[in-house]
């Protein structure tokens, strides 16, 4: 059973591009999490979602970023006009019910 | 709100000698708790969980952790550690609400070296 995947491992942006980063949840799982590690810290929840819903979206950035779960494909995270500030890497999850959460390697966002 | 705090942010053993990582939160509603290991540039791989049942909960390569609801702690334990245990480790919660999602709050991490 594959785990959760992420692509791509490494995405350099110039300030003001968009970056658009996939998640593949494991099989079976409908539930997708993202989260965001900045340098020398923890991890912070961005958004919750399910098949083609955002369910809690509390973590978020107000403006620049969104996400999304199609009926079909992957879930993307998209940040748009990124800067400087939106170096970081982050992280896909995925749970098949609402306890227990597997993670990917995570996409390293670098702007330059 | 929830809350985790890790109590040390950097933890040196030598090799074989017992380890603790200390990890308190703070929850009004009860909880489920996991520790995650981060090696560097990679993602967090599941060590152990506390959904219920027993307080004393056994992971993979040879950790354990216990709960204490009381002192609402969740410290992470092994007896004697390995070179390949250093690694960053996180300890984190989440709200036992199915229907509210289970967003994971996380601690900053404690970063545990093991020197020879």
Redesign the interface.
Known sequence: NAG?M?NPRHLVRRRGQEARLRCSPMKGHS?V?W?RQLPE?????MV?LQKENI??ES?MPKERFSAEFPKEGPSILRIQQVVRGDSAAY?C?S?K??????????T?LTVL | AQSVTQLDSQVPVFEEAPVELRCNYSSSVSVYLFWYVQYPNQGLQLLLKYLSGSTLVKGINGFEAEFNKSQTSFHLRKPSVHISDTAEYFCAVSDRIETSGSRLTFGEGTQLTVNP
Do not use: C, M, N, W
Not at chain 1, 41 to 45: H, M, N, R, S
Not at chain 1, 97 to 106: A, E, I, L, V
């Open positions: 959760v992420q539930h999490y989260y810290e923890g991890l912070k929840f919750y369910i809690d973590g992280f999850a749970s019910y609402t306890d227990t959460q597997y993670f990917g390697p995570g390293r």
